[in-house]
RNA sequence: GCCGAGGUAGCUCAGGGGUAGAGCAGCUGAUUCGUAAUCAGCAGGUCGUGGGUUCAAUUCCCAUCCUCGGCUCCA
């Protein structure tokens, strides 16, 4: 009896029923069957040694298909667990999934400690057993059999995975002396793993859970192809440069003091003005949007964030409360804004002809956040949000939600980020205790952001748990230059802090009625903001916003006088920049200002000095020729018009 | 906070039980130059901090602080 096989270009073959995908690579092409690794029936992914027993589409999986990277992937990191029980014998195993790049296998070495020197022994280790082209076999095991093999193996963590799961559905993988627990699938043999790099070692809790023991985890990437991975490696290298933390410092952006304290960043001189520019921008386009610029203290009583909730739920684990000498009040660090806003919003009655109110801040807050969460500017314990809170009527909700969704959208566009991310971030509902508010609330703030971001047609992710503990988030997340996951913008309903606030508003009913807020900050903080703006642009910061526009530099001191009367001119024009009047050739000052990635160097000598005249040469893109001193001036204005 | 790796001149890094070295930056002098590094000289460090071992510690040990890679967390 024959299987009729669709193939992905609309094809369809018969094969004797219980074909195998690699007998199906084989019959459409010799060079096919050497590279493929898996194949996808029926939308699932299988190893090719699998009989196929019914009709199905399929797709030969090759290096190419992202879901034939993950089983390659996958599959070396039972590469590596194998390397590890031959060098660490009794070695406990918990779990090793493929990962976006790479894989990983989490261990348990009996508390020996596990370092670089490892790393490179079970690397090589890797290596020569990945020589031997071991088949990954698959075999159907009995719950019962899977919990024997373990319990004798002395592997508890297997064993604790077992037990979740359902009898009849279980299955090993074995290859050369290795045996594990796995669904697969699973490349044809360890012979296809031709590059093998282990990256790092870190702590991972069991199961993801700080009470459980911590696992040594051990990163890794594999490759069909030596020169594959040392592209990757060199890419790796490339991303570093964009680092923002290498940047901020080689561009004297900001700085971090020991004597300050960690987690609290000083905004260098350049880099306030980037800081600034983007403020500036923002305040534009809040105004044009109708909010009301207001400014609150940096501190507020400690009742005020046991009213709001955020005490109960951060007091303890945050910045301890500051107690006045004399009167004993307590003081707490402002961690969010929004409480504060909410008392402006109190100070007279509003009608609900007044609404929506929209009030906006820089508001700079305080976070304690663990030492070890500390990340440049990207995680800090003080930083600026661009936070507004707008209070509104229940039916101006999806409107005034939808509206701040046009404006992060602006942002974005305005400032070049494509790839983000929209994530609805919703409540656990198996965890409700960690959320404050009635069912009801969270399920009308709930569906209102899914309303609004489709009615803009956002294409969103939904992620449980990630709500705040007062109401669900619009949440939009930008990739950093090494790949790590930031939430920048944010938009917030919430239906509990109004309520916690007792704010009100006069109905056309005559009755008082009880506000809807949104809490939003477009750029998130302008920390993280400016932060990942820098690795976007790898410090090639659009014209506007550059800390430094233009340097002139002349061909020697000779025209110091000249140089100097173009920089003053320029300087009167709100044109932001330097004057190398340095002694040193022209082309070590270019060189400079090539490296500080100034966008524009005005070279004048004898040529220029004459008759008003500026030769320019742009960042990156080499001489552009000499124009009169006015005509630069006239078109840098047109560059440099910063974003409406 | 947890696991691992580090901290040597302003920066990037080498070294290593007998009180330190390079390149760049800085300063001084020479040079006056046309599109990515002019030459020479000088200066610069309690080798993160505090203890311990030792005749002797920057080097070995312990603690601590900070940084880096992850984990957990992220109002």
Not at 115 to 139: I, N, T
Not at 190 to 211: C, D, P, Q, S
Not at 469 to 476: N, S, T
Not at 494 to 512: A, C, H, M, T
Request: net charge negative; aromatic share 10%.
């Amino acid at each position: 009896m024959n299987v009729k096989i669709s193939l992905p270009d609309g094809s369809v073959r018969e094969y004797p029923q219980g074909v195998k995908g690699s007998e199906i690579a084989s019959s459409i092409s010799e060079g096919l069957a050497r590279v493929s690794l898996a194949i996808e029936v029926n939308g699932e992914v299988w190893d090719l040694s699998r009989p196929i027993t019914t009709d199905a589409s399929i797709k030969i999986l090759t290096w190419n298909d992202k879901s034939g990277k993950t089983t390659f992937w996958h599959s070396s990191a039972h590469l590596l667990a194998e390397a590890l029980e031959a060098l660490y014998p009794g070695v406990k195993f918990g779990t090793g999934p493929a990962i976006e790049n790479g894989f990983y296998y989490d261990v348990d070495l009996n508390g020996k400690p596990f370092g670089d020197d490892d790393l490179a022994a079970v690397e090589a280790k890797m290596k020569e057993l990945a020589k031997h082209d071991s088949q990954y076999v698959r075999k159907d095991v009995s719950k019962a059999d899977a919990l024997k093999y373990f319990t004798e193996k002395g592997d508890p963590y297997k064993i604790e995975i077992i037990n979740g799961l359902e009898d009849g559905k279980i299955t090993f993988y074995q290859q050369g002396g290795f045996t594990d627990l796995c669904i697969g699938p699973h490349i044809p043999n360890t012979g296809f793993i031709k590059a093998v790099k282990l990256l790092n070692v870190a702590g991972a809790y069991w199961r993801n859970n700080e009470n459980n023991k911590m696992l040594t985890r051990i990163y890794g990437i594999t490759f069909p192809k030596a020169k594959e991975l040392e592209e990757y490696l060199h890419l790796i290298e490339e991303a570093k440069k964009r680092d923002h933390r290498k940047l901020g410092k080689e561009l004297e952006l900001f700085a971090f003091s020991e004597r300050v304290g960690m987690g609290l960043p000083l905004w260098l001189p350049k880099g306030t003005i980037l800081r600034e520019r983007l403020e500036q921008f923002m305040r534009k386009a809040q105004i044009k949007a109708g909010y009301d610029p207001v400014v609150t203290p940096h501190i507020g009583s400690k009742a005020l964030y046991v009213t709001s909730g955020h005490y109960e739920k951060y007091g303890k684990d945050s910045f301890q409360p500051i107690h006045t000498p004399d009167e004993g009040e307590e003081f707490l660090l402002k961690p969010m804004n929004c409480p504060h806003h909410c008392e402006i919003y109190r100070t007279k009655p509003r009608s609900y002809r007044d609404l929506p109110v929209r009030l906006a801040e820089f508001g700079t807050v305080y976070r304690y956040e663990q030492s070890g969460e500390l990340h440049g500017l990207t995680r800090v314990r003080g930083f600026t949000q661009d936070d507004a809170h707008i209070f509104c009527r229940p039916d101006q909700v999806k409107e005034e939600f939808v509206k701040v969704i046009d404006l992060v959208l602006h942002v974005f566009k305005s400032l070049g980020f494509e790839n983000y991310t929209a994530q609805v971030s919703l409540r656990d509902p198996e965890n409700k205790a960690k959320y404050i508010g009635e069912d009801s609330a969270w399920e009308k703030a709930e569906a209102a952001i899914q309303e609004a971001a489709d009615e803009r047609g956002l294409s969103t992710v939904a992620v449980k748990g990630e709500a705040a503990f007062y109401g669900p988030k619009l949440d939009f997340m930008v990739k950093d230059a090494l790949g790590r996951q930031w939430q920048l913008g944010t938009i917030q309903v919430d239906y509990n802090l109004p309520i916690r606030f007792e704010l009100e508003y006069v109905g056309s009913d005559n009755q008082k009625h009880t506000p809807v807020m949104i809490h939003r900050a477009p750029f998130g903080s302008l920390e993280r903001f400016v932060a990942v703006l820098i690795e976007h642009c790898a410090g090639n910061f659009p014209l506007w916003l550059a800390p430094d526009q233009i340097a002139v530099l002349p061909i020697s001191e000779r025209f110091n006088d000249y140089a100097k009367l173009v920089y003053e001119k320029l300087k009167e024009q709100d044109i932001r920049g330097l004057l190398d009047d340095r002694d040193e050739k022209i082309g070590r000052k270019i060189r400079d200002a090539e490296t500080k990635k100034i966008p524009f160097m005005l070279i004048v000598g004898e040529k220029e000095a004459g008759d008003q005249m500026v030769a320019v040469r742009k960042h990156g893109q080499g001489d552009q020729g000499s124009v009169p001193l006015e005509e630069f001036v006239n078109r840098f204005r047109i560059e440099c018009s910063a974003p409406v």
